[in-house]
């Protein structure tokens, strides 16, 4: 990994950093596929009965890594410790009004307004045991501004695939299999021990695969993805990483907030199509990100709810349009900007090496 996790706790802080290990130990009452389609997770079933209210069933017999028995008063209870305003996962479940236990396997949402995305948005609200939190005194919410050391900083008692047995910060995570996981025979996988190091500098990442010392390697630096594709030991795989770099403006202010000039040329839709020209994303594509990036026009990447393949298209770059929209001493200010009208965005591959190994389909592909 390119970085060590924030923090272990399940609604602390909400990075891209912490969320392959969190998902290591913890489930939401979905997940979500390689497609990232919802499907049932904790909760076995569910059932839409008016258009603001779900009821979920959950999975008999599941158990917390640490023994203690999954109940719906569990879910109740992260649910709402991730409404919390210190949680920074309440960003999803900014549409759910309240949660409640019918009985112990049957959980009951109500949203304030019909959500189209709250299966998608379950997958990420991890569940922890109730009675645990309160034995460690962690029932409220982190807020990860207080500097305030938290027993869920470091530990972990979900009831995932993996269990965390020995954590030391910035050095190693070691996670062993949970063999009473419920997923065992849906996703198998030979995995038994996994131990993940941060390792920030990306040389050094590369050169600890070539070694040998690591199986799997996340975030591939570009410049070396040939060489390690080349390399039969290794095999490298691709996927849409469900980011997409851009640049944008503020055109709705009436003077910005840096530069020389008391307007803000940016409210101009002819300055806005001038710098979209002046941007050739292909060129970037192919020279910079060596066709590790795909061109698009929307800020929604391919797989997430709201993606149009038309839509994504990039416009043609026409060299026709207005170059005289600014006097010249202005020009300086959109030197490095793209259009928000045509947005140049460039969405980034997730590029992993690994070796020849079949993992669990939840986090990569098997291949022989």
Not at 133 to 144: F, H, R, T, V
Request: charged share 25%; glycine share 4%.
């Amino acid at each position: 990994m390119t970085s060590d996790a924030l923090s272990m706790d399940p609604q602390g802080q909400l990075s891209s950093s912490s969320f392959p290990y969190l998902r290591m130990g913890y489930e939401g009452l979905t997940v979500l596929t390689p497609e990232l389609k919802p499907a049932p997770g904790l909760a076995e079933s569910w059932e839409r009965i008016e258009p603001t209210v779900w009821r979920f069933k959950l999975r008999e017999g599941i158990t917390f890594h640490e023994g203690q028995a999954l109940s719906a008063e569990d879910v109740v209870f992260s649910i709402k410790r991730a409404s919390e305003p210190d949680s920074a996962f309440k960003l999803f479940t900014r549409t759910i009004e309240d949660v409640a236990a019918i009985d112990d396997m049957t959980v009951e949402i109500t949203t304030v307004k019909p959500d189209p995305l709250l299966l998608n948005n379950l997958a990420s609200i991890f569940v922890m045991d109730s009675g645990w939190a309160s034995e460690n005194g962690i029932e409220p919410a982190k807020n990860y501004k207080n500097p305030q050391k938290y027993y869920s900083d470091q530990n972990m008692n979900g009831t995932g695939p993996f269990r965390l047995v020995n954590r030391k910060v910035d050095v190693s995570s070691e996670f062993e299999r949970n063999a009473d996981w419920w997923g065992n025979d849906s996703y198998p996988g030979n995995l038994d021990r996994v131990t993940i190091l941060p390792i920030a500098n990306a040389a050094t990442r590369v050169a600890a695969m070539l070694s040998g010392e690591l199986d799997l390697l996340t975030g591939v630096p570009i410049a070396d993805a040939g060489r390690i594709e080349a390399d039969d030991r290794f095999d490298l795989e691709t996927a849409p990483q469900l980011r997409t770099i851009m640049f944008s403006f503020n055109h709705e202010v009436d003077k910005l907030m840096s530069g020389s000039i008391d307007s803000n040329p940016f409210k101009d839709a002819r300055v806005r199509q001038a710098v979209s020209l002046a941007v050739d994303a292909k060129l970037i594509q192919d020279r910079i990100m060596r066709s590790y990036s795909v061109p698009t026009a929307i800020l929604v990447p391919p797989g997430l709810a709201g993606y149009d393949a038309e839509l994504a298209a990039p416009a043609p770059r026409i060299r026709t349009a207005p170059v005289n929209c600014l006097p010249k001493r202005d020009t300086r200010t959109v030197s490095t900007c793209v259009s928000i009208d045509r947005t140049i965005a460039t969405p980034t591959m997730n590029r992993s090496a690994r070796r020849r190994f079949r993992c669990c389909p939840r986090w990569a592909s098997a291949r022989r």
